[in-house]
């Protein structure tokens, strides 16, 4: 048994609420499904369709993870039922497993909440629970769950036991105890490491996790990346890469593929805008091939489990500053050895005294060896591919967008960013007209290619098709207005303009300056728009956070803003 484990299941078989505080990758599941299980087949529930026990999880991906636990046992000849609940299939599927009987549902809150509001049979079936859990508390909060947890608390009964576990308390996460547990045990399972001249100290990331970072400008962090992957494919091992954005993670992915060295590698891409069923392909393919490499946005920050990730790269450092500590843990786990590196630009230096402010152990490495500058090699592929050209672009503008909303934005200060070199080191082959660029557009800092982007053709032959003539009708169209002359609306424009001619030289330069500012703001704002329409990415940048979307979706349902069905729709589709 594990600490946490030895620790939480006698104090749930005693009928303890516990709230239980441990590192990544130290067992918690564990610590609860044991339990759970064992209080249910002492108590034998009154009907074979009472619901004994109910385990919430943030996430479809780890609740799914936890169920297939739960089932492990089942499995094995524990005689009960289970179910998972989330928003992955439609609701009648779920009421329909319900109707089957189920003694531990594994659930999704949103989903859970809906259900109970529907279904009286499930009302009843609950009145009987003997357990509840809330796994990853801290990100049920931040996802915006905490009302739908409360109100599945006043579904329950009081006479239960209640288990609250986290890698990282906050004051919310108490809060939450408070209000769902009655006088709870705290567990808490900390790692000592020895600090010269300071003893022993505890800290926030497992023992057995060698943890680095490395100083790297934009431009070369790419080159780095491939060095690194080289190295994990020599080592034939398996390796997790973060990036800030869902764009960012599919633009360099296509870059990767066709990197020398990597063209044979395994290399998968998981974010929010991957559909609910590749997901779950990609994360089995990832946990089943040896020296797979993820490369991810935070969607596979928490909980995820898979034994032997030797690496974790966060190539870009975390929005939410809990995720560094989620991150590194999908390695090291259970007391086994791990490395995480973080990439950090010079600018970026305070945030290595933060993480030691928050316990986090973290020393500085040398450069993977071998790199070499890859990045004429990308804008090249760029220039011969429509496709890798735009998911360059975009990738651009959504890390523009993801680092101005920083949450640590006082240390990851947007005006000393060097955009210029980012844009290098995005390889990016003309600056995407956007108003933080304006000063860039003319300038030497970064040389825009001389290739006319119109002539970039896509190298899917079917797609290209539809660019041209698309490229077409939009030239007809344009010839058919010029042709017909100004409509009706504009000559009364110019009749008027005519008359009322500016009274001085000076202020008619004037207007025309401010116009045409307006008129190439306009533009940039219609550029950026379409950019980010076509690649469905709002402009509230919510390709930013995945996770944070559904949480938005929830607050929009509440809100009233959007039906359950348009909720269910959205969040099954597009998280
Ligand atoms: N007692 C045990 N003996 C052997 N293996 C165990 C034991 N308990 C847990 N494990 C294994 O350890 C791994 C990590 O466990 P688990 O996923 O529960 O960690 P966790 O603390 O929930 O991590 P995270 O905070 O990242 O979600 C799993 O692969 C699990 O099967």
């Known amino acids: 048994m594990t600490p946490v484990q030895a620790a939480c299941i006698p104090l749930f078989l005693d009928h303890c609420d516990v709230a239980a505080d441990a590192v990544t990758g130290s067992g918690k599941t564990l610590a609860f499904v044991v339990p759970l299980l064992e209080l249910l087949l002492r108590t034998p529930l009154p009907s074979p369709t009472s619901v004994g026990a109910i385990v919430l999880s943030p996430t479809r991906e780890l609740a799914q993870q936890t169920y297939d636990v739960v089932k492990t ?20 599927v779920d009421v329909n497993q319900l109707k089957e009987g189920c003694n531990v549902i594994v659930a999704t809150p949103g989903r859970l909440l809906d259900l109970l509001n529907k279904s009286g049979s499930l009302m009843k079936s609950v009145k009987h629970l003997e357990m509840l859990v809330l796994d990853e508390a801290d990100r049920l909060l931040d996802m915006g769950f905490e009302q739908a947890i409360t109100q599945i608390f006043t579904f329950l009964p009081k006479q239960r036991r209640t288990g609250l576990f986290s890698a990282t308390q906050t004051n919310e996460v108490q809060a939450l105890a408070r209000a769902g547990l009655r006088n ?15 003893g022993s100290v505890q800290q926030a990331t497992p023992s057995t996790l060698i943890n ?26 398996k ?24 063209r044979r590698a395994k290399i998968l891409a998981l974010h929010s805008k991957v559909s609910s069923k590749a997901r779950t392909s990609v994360f089995s393919t990832f946990c089943n091939t040896e020296g797979a490499i993820l490369v991810s946005t935070d969607i596979a920050a928490r909980g995820l489990d898979v034994p032997d990730v030797a690496w974790v ?10 995720a560094y500590v989620h991150r590194c843990g999908r390695t090291a786990r259970l007391g086994r050895q791990g490395r995480a590196v973080l990439f ?21 490495q040398e450069p993977f060896e071998g790199a070499e500058d890859l990045l004429p090699r990308c804008r090249d592929l760029a220039a011969k591919d429509r496709d890798i050209y735009e998911k360059g672009k975009l990738a651009f503008v959504t890390f523009i967008r993801s680092y101005k909303e920083h949450k640590c934005n006082y240390i990851f200060q947007f005006k000393k960013l060097d955009l210029a070199a980012l844009a290098r080191g995005f390889a990016l082959l003309h600056l995407p ?50 042709a017909e002359g100004p409509s009706e609306k504009e000559r009364e424009r110019s009749k008027r303009s005519k008359k009322n001619e500016a009274w001085s030289k000076q202020k008619q330069a004037k207007e025309r300056k401010d116009k045409r500012r307006a008129k190439a ?14 690649n469905n990415v709002g402009d509230d940048g919510h390709d930013v956070d995945d996770l944070a979307q559904e949480a938005r979706l929830m607050r929009r349902l509440k809100q009233g803003k959007i039906t359950q069905a348009e909720y269910d729709r959205l969040v099954g589709d597009d998280l």
Do not use: W
């Open 73 to 92: 046992f089942l499995q094995h000849g524990v005689d009960l039922s289970a179910c998972l609940i989330t928003g992955a299939h439609d609701v009648q």
């Open 184 to 198: 709870p045990v705290q567990v808490a399972v900390k790692v000592e490491h020895r600090q010269e001249g300071a």
């Open 212 to 237: 680095t970072y490395l100083f790297l400008s934009a431009e070369e962090k790419f080159n780095q990346l491939v060095a690194f992957l080289r190295l994990m494919r020599q080592q034939q091992a």
């Open 239 to 262: 390796a997790i890469v973060y990036m800030a954005t869902c764009a960012c993670v599919n633009y360099f992915v296509s870059l990767l593929e066709n990197m020398p060295g990597l």
């Open 313 to 322: 790269l966060q190539y870009d450092p975390p929005q939410d500053p809990d």
């Open 344 to 364: 950090l630009q010079p600018h970026e230096d305070t945030y290595i005294d933060f993480l030691n402010v928050r316990n986090i152990p973290i020393e500085e």
């Open 433 to 482: 007209r956007m108003p933080e660029l304006r000063s860039l557009q003319n300038s030497r800092a970064f040389e825009q290619s001389k290739i006319d982007q119109a002539s970039i053709r896509f190298r899917d032959k079917q797609r290209e098709k539809q660019r041209q003539q698309n490229m077409k009708r939009r030239a007809e169209e344009r010839e058919k207005a010029l």
């Open 521 to 534: 703001e306009a533009k940039e704002r219609a550029e950026i728009h379409a950019l980010l329409k076509e």
